[in-house]
């Protein structure tokens, strides 16, 4: 219960009711609220990593970027934290000495010679709303039960 | 002063004419009519060092409240260095770097907030090696502004 002066002199009271009730209902549910984000967040990051590969495969709207296919097939997803994804090429090398990181690098910001293909820019902005609603999802299941 | 009805642009140009007065050429005197700071990607061929400026695209529009249409934006900007050699682009990012930096308060009409872009961010710099001797080493500098859209 909350006591406060008003303007006119007289006394407001305010009653908050349900706190404990709130308190008890976030301490039993934070691990679960906690898990069901993790997951999802895991969830985001593989469904990125696919879209980054559909981008260099070409079926987004960036031209098609396989030509041995070792860049498409180095795109892996790692956990930094447990809210922390990345989605990243892993580093293997071409004949010529090249990594796919390099050439990752090349193909997204372009160079004197080629124009820049922004797979992973434009897939992380394609991607920005529906990673999102992954999350929202898990909190509400999390929370209803 | 950066308009509603052109803000990209104006954006685009502002910082372009920005950089063009307050970074140095490291060839000023060799380079005749081409200019330094450009507004694409070079497709003749083109005396290097040069700085280019372009929209980096993917504007949001969001509300600034209700029964308004005001709506605020994050413009973002792509600055990228085309150097000849590692330590002339290092110089000039550096450059870009502080001139960004430090115009955003009450300079007059250089400065951003005098023309109604706010809130400058670097997002990223990335450094892209072309392969060879002579290959062109540049540097990708992501940076983005906030604007309000129907103020002016």
Known sequence: ?145 | MVSSSTYISDTVLFIRDFLDSNITDPIEKKRGKDRFVKTSYPQEKVQYPIITVRSAGGNDLKRMGMQSELMWTQIPIEVRIWARNEKERNELTEQVHNALRSNQFGGGDASVDDNDIHDFRVLSTVSIDETGVTGIKSSVMECQYMFVLGQS
């Open chain 1, 1 to 145: 219960m909350v006591k406060a002066e008003s303007s006119r002199g007289g006394f407001v009271d305010v009653e908050v009711i349900g706190i404990a009730e709130a308190r008890r209902f976030l301490n039993a549910k934070g691990k679960d609220i906690q898990n069901a984000v993790e997951g999802a967040i895991f969830q985001s990051a593989n469904f990125v990593q696919q879209e980054v590969q559909e981008s260099l495969l070409g079926r987004r709207a960036e031209p098609k970027s396989v030509d041995t296919g070792k860049l498409v097939n180095s795109i892996r997803v790692d956990k930094i934290n447990s809210d922390t994804f990345v989605v990243f090429p892993q580093k293997q090398s071409y004949p010529n000495g090249q990594s796919t990181q390099e050439v990752a690098k090349i193909l997204e910001y372009g160079t004197t010679k080629i124009s820049p293909r922004r797979h992973f820019r434009n897939t992380s902005k394609r991607t920005k709303d529906k990673t999102k609603n992954f999350v929202e999802k898990a909190i509400k299941r999390a929370t209803r039960s």
